[in-house]
């Protein structure tokens, strides 16, 4: 009696383990991103959460049949809420590097995107990444993003005095448009979409990264993870991708 018993506790337990890999009928799936990233993500004029990214992961749940809830959080803590399953996807423009492929699980690219630095319009100076530590030049960031990265290489400390770490972008163009940055590294597209809400911004120079974005699951949730990839592939193959693109991003 015992010994069945024993083994009816084991195969409960097996199958609530397996249960986490996969979503069960009726579970909503939180789905993590940072919500001041536009066009990737943003919020309309009734707070909602918009963009390219949510409209991608809304369509991906949809040819999955899952319920999902979207929910902003700070970029910085995308990853460790993942791995602590406060969060069952991440969608939010987040580059595919090796040290976030060491902590999650990234799907198949789904958008080529690379780094920008950003300047005021009455701003002369022609200068490039090398050259901003012997100007001095003051550097706007987001904390956790690829242009956090670049940032922390170009001065070579993430809290160096000259390098300025904001939990939202917005927050950063804001500083430059009011003076108190030189410039902010951002992901192109989001810089162009910056520059044609806010005025008196340019890019300096060409796009110094190649980089790519992925969409991020838990460890070891292979499961979910094939069903996202299914699922880009046949957007990707089809229509689907390129309807979502133009809606963003125009034609």
Known sequence: MKKGIIVLAVLLLTLAA??????????????????TFP???????????????IDLIKAIADDN????????LPFDSLVESLETDKLDIVIAAMTIDEDRSKRVLFSTPYFDASQVMVIRDDDNRNFGTEDIVDLGLNVAVQMGTTGSYEGEDIFGAEDHPNLKQ???????????????????IIDEPVAKNYM???????????????????????????????????????FMDGTKYDDIFAKWFGE
């Open 39 to 53: 066009p990737f993500e943003g919020t309309d004029d009734d707070e909602n959460i918009v963009g390219f990214d």
């Open 196 to 234: 044609a809400h806010l005025g008196g911004l340019k890019i300096l120079g060409e796009p110094f990264t190649n980089e790519q974005y992925g969409i991020a699951v838990k460890k070891g949730n292979t499961d979910m993870m094939d069903k996202i990839n299914a699922s880009l592939k046949k």
């Open 18 to 35: 397996l249960s986490g890999c996969t979503p069960g009928k009726g579970k909503v799936l939180k789905v993590g991103t940072e919500a």
């Open 166 to 184: 904001y939990k939202r972008v917005n927050e950063a163009f804001m500083d430059l448009k009011n003076g108190r940055v030189d410039l902010v």
């Open 65 to 72: 049949n899952w319920e999902i809830e979207v929910v902003h």
